[in-house]
């Protein structure tokens, strides 16, 4: 019939997987505004099984929330930032330059972007769980390299974080022009932040 959904036989995990996928593509173009019965035709499911896998809109966004943000964070980060044998500057490019790879996509950004304008609260549990677990270390790094001669404040690491991060949203929200290799943009950006204590 013309106008119905016509459903593919998969099992439960990999139909959730599928619905998992089409919100994140989903959301990511029109924001959490989008009504569920759109995003239902364009998972290819009806509105009614959708919630039999997501209980609420609520439920779902926090699946998107965990695939898009948490699931990107990579365990190895914390300890390679404070591994004391290599330079700090060396693992502060190092750790940006992951962190660009993992979250420059048309998917992070855009969500992010969107959740911010709607005023949902994802951006402030992601803001507050990265702050915790990476910068705060982070800071911490620096005031140990610094002894003594310069004592960074949490703006200063986010004045680090936010210009490079301002990359991705020129590239992916307002389209602009971004070196393809960021490498020596990174670089240059933590040479900047190390400046107050270099000899």
């Given at each position: ?48 099984l ?11 966004r ?24 290599l ?5 502060l ?10 979250i420059?996509?048309y ?16 951006n402030r549990?992601y803001?507050?769980?990265l ?22 404040q ?6 680090l ?8 949203i ?30």
């Open positions: 019939m013309e106008g119905s959904i016509i459903r593919r036989r998969l099992d439960p995990a990999a139909r959730r997987e599928e619905i998992i996928r089409a919100a994140v593509a989903y959301f990511a173009e029109v924001g959490f505004g989008g009504p569920t019965r759109e995003l239902a035709q364009r998972a290819g499911v009806t509105q009614a959708l919630y039999n896998y997501f209980a609420s809109k609520a439920e779902l926090e699946a998107v929330f965990e695939r898009v943000y948490l699931g990107r964070i990579a365990p190895h980060w914390l300890p390679e930032l404070r591994d004391r044998s330079a700090l500057r060396q693992r490019c190092r750790f940006y330059g992951e962190y660009t790879q993992a420059f996509t998917e992070w950004m855009r969500i992010f972007m969107w959740a911010g304008l709607d005023g949902d609260a994802l549990r803001l507050e769980h702050s915790g677990l990476l910068l705060a270390p982070m800071r911490e790094e620096v005031l140990a390299e610094a002894a003594g001669r310069w004592a960074p949490m703006e200063d690491v986010w004045n974080h936010g210009g490079i991060i301002y990359l991705g020129r590239r992916f929200i307002y389209h602009q022009p971004v070196p393809e290799d960021l490498t020596p943009v990174i670089e240059a950006a933590v040479e900047r932040f190390l400046a107050p204590f270099r000899p």
